[in-house]
Nanobody, 128 residues
Framework: VRLVESGGGSVQSGGSLTLSCVRSGYTYSRWCLGWFRRVPGYGREAVAIISSTGATIYQDSLKGRFTISEDSAKMTLYLKMNNLKPEDTAMYYC???????????????????????WGSGTQVTVSS
């Protein structure tokens, strides 16, 4: 499995970026894909998750500014980020993970321990 992120860069506060992640070798019929980020000195946190059913999970503080989407034909995951703030500065990682069967449904968890495959990351820097 290979995940390759792109689209990071430097923007001013209030700007927008769209991250992309092209995957190969990951052909499960049920899947979880996600974006995580890490600030130096802090742990990795979940930004947004999407499942093969289309269900999404967002970090509460990012709802309304970030949108995750996926194009299965292009095997590409996206993260549209609007109204970026300096605190969004981080390395952003794409990840692919395991679907969990819980309470009669297949769900994803917004926890990096549930994701098996990771890209190398793309840096996002937001200046004030």
């Amino acid at each position: 499995v290979r995940l390759v992120e792109s689209g990071g860069g430097s923007v001013q506060s209030g700007g927008s970026l769209t991250l992309s992640c092209v995957r190969s070798g990951y052909t499960y019929s049920r899947w979880c894909l996600g974006w995580f980020r890490r600030v130096p000195g802090y742990g990795r946190e979940a930004v947004a998750i999407i499942s093969s059913t289309g269900a999404t999970i967002y970090q509460d503080s990012l709802k309304g500014r970030f949108t995750i989407s996926e194009d299965s034909a292009k095997m590409t995951l996206y993260l549209k980020m609007n109204n970026l703030k300096p605190e969004d500065t981080a390395m952003y990682y794409c990840a692919a993970g395991t679907v969990i069967y819980e309470d009669g449904a297949y769900v994803c968890k917004a926890a990096d321990g549930e994701f098996n495959y990771w890209g190398s990351g793309t840096q996002v820097t937001v200046s004030s």
